[in-house]
């Protein structure tokens, strides 16, 4: 994601009065709010039916895809507001994660695919946890 919309999401938690922070910080009611943010998630996840009745009833592509798009960009603007709520660099654990996912293939450098189309795990593959706990490690140790 590009600057420009990490500035327009710290503009929406202004305008809305939602936190935001500029490190990692993990606030005392973070179980409350998970919670809160699970529902809205789900809330959005369920619009998919929706959309799945409107792909099988023949409505137009376009409408398909403008209802997709929608839903997509709900999605990825609530989690980015909520990542700058918990200061977390999402830009850059985004990152690291591609990297992850690029170390997914196979030994012959192809992608390996479940039969949902989800990728699967190659013999290169590292997890992203550990260089995502040293990236949040390093922002945390700068504001102490």
Same mark, same amino acid.
């Given at each position: 994601?590009?600057?420009?919309?990490?500035? %327009?999401?710290? #503009?929406?938690?202004?305008?809305? %009065?939602?936190?935001?922070?500029?490190? *990692?910080?993990? *606030?005392?009611?973070?179980? =409350?709010?998970?919670?809160?943010?699970?529902?809205?998630? +789900?809330?959005?996840?369920? $619009?998919?039916?929706? @959309?799945?009745?409107?792909?099988?009833?023949?409505?137009?592509?376009? $409408?398909?895809?403008?209802?997709?798009?929608?839903?997509?960009?709900? +999605? @990825?603007?609530?989690?980015?507001? &909520?990542?700058?709520?918990?200061?977390? *660099?999402?830009?850059?654990?985004? =990152?690291?994660?591609?990297?992850?996912? &690029?170390?997914?293939? #196979?030994?012959?450098?192809? *992608? @390996?695919? =479940?039969?949902?189309?989800?990728?699967?795990? #190659?013999?290169?593959?590292?997890?992203?946890?550990?260089?995502? %706990?040293?990236?949040?490690?390093?922002?945390?140790?700068?504001?102490?």
């Amino acid at each position: 994601m590009n600057t420009a919309f990490a500035a %327009r999401i710290a #503009g929406m938690n202004a305008m809305y %009065r939602l936190a935001a922070n500029d490190s *990692p910080t993990i *606030p005392d009611d973070a179980a =409350d709010r998970l919670v809160k943010f699970k529902a809205t998630l +789900i809330d959005e996840v369920h $619009e998919i039916d929706e @959309i799945v009745k409107m792909a099988s009833s023949g409505a137009a592509k376009l $409408e398909v895809a403008v209802a997709l798009a929608d839903l997509l960009g709900d +999605i @990825i603007v609530y989690c980015r507001s &909520e990542a700058l709520k918990y200061g977390l *660099p999402l830009e850059q654990v985004l =990152d690291l994660i591609m990297d992850s996912n &690029e170390s997914k293939l #196979g030994a012959d450098g192809n *992608p @390996i695919y =479940d039969q949902n189309g989800k990728f699967l795990k #190659g013999p290169n593959y590292w997890k992203p946890e550990p260089k995502i %706990r040293e990236l949040l490690a390093a922002q945390m140790a700068q504001q102490s």
